[in-house]
């Protein structure tokens, strides 16, 4: 199946600064991506999701300006957490699809850790 | 919201089959029904996904019930490394209601 890389894999913080995750897609081209936070013992919950090119849309009650999702090209989506706090200490998982392949696999990254001290 | 009910676990013995069932009694006929997996610290894995037939990869088999309203993925021999979080999802058409929207999912333990 298709490859979504994530970078970096974990990453720790101090409090009040911003950390960018990379999302990629490595063999195909990626029209949507979707972003996912997940607290331990809990299931997946979408943030956003982004159209390459255009602005995010994100769901309710996750904040746009603390969360800048950025979906440059077809292979490449950025999360960006902006001043950081440890209540944003989470499990962000990227995923990707092909938007203009009828019912087509939606792939997940790995996943990132994000730790805030 | 999830759209689907899942039990909370389940447990297998090594080499046994194994059915995880799903209800989705609300599906339309657009949905597809997804199944995706989560090993521990992982991101999601895709298993299987299907419409109105039953569907077989080299992964599982996904059961569909006649009227769609259930849905059963069945692991044929269950190895130690199926011990995940199983997800069934349904997902539509269009806009939003191409997003995949996670439930609680089904905890499988595979025991030796």
């Known amino acids: 199946g298709a490859v979504v890389s994530q970078h970096p894999s974990w990453v720790i913080c101090k409090s009040g600064t911003s950390v960018k995750i990379e999302c990629r897609s490595l063999d195909f081209q990626a029209t949507t991506m979707f972003w996912y936070r997940q607290f331990p013992k809990q299931s997946l919950m979408l943030m956003a999701t982004?159209?390459?090119?255009?602005?995010?849309?994100?769901e309710q009650g996750v904040e746009k300006d603390k969360f800048l999702i950025n979906h440059a090209s077809l292979t490449l989506s950025t999360l960006t957490v902006t001043s950081a706090h440890p209540e944003d200490s989470s499990f962000y998982i990227c995923?990707?699809?092909?938007?203009?392949?009828?019912?087509?696999?939606?792939?997940f990254g790995p996943g990132t850790r994000l730790t805030v001290l | 919201d999830a759209k689907t009910t899942q039990p909370n676990s389940m447990e297998s013995n090594e080499e046994e089959p194994v059915h995880l069932p799903c209800n989705h009694s609300?599906?339309?006929?657009?949905?597809?029904i997804h199944w995706y997996r989560q090993l521990p610290s992982q991101g999601p894995e895709y298993v299987i996904h299907g419409l109105t037939s039953n569907v077989n990869n080299r992964m599982a088999s996904l059961a569909i019930a006649e009227d769609r309203k259930s849905s059963t993925l069945i692991l044929h021999r269950a190895t130690l490394r199926d011990a995940a979080v199983y997800y069934c999802i349904l997902r539509g058409y269009g806009g939003s209601q191409g997003n995949l929207i996670f439930g609680k999912g089904t905890k499988l333990s595979v025991k030796p």
């Open positions: 995923s990707a699809r092909d938007t203009r392949v009828p019912a087509g696999e939606q792939f």
């Open positions: 609300t599906i339309s006929g657009t949905d597809y």
């Open positions: 982004s159209n390459e090119g255009s602005k995010a849309t994100y």
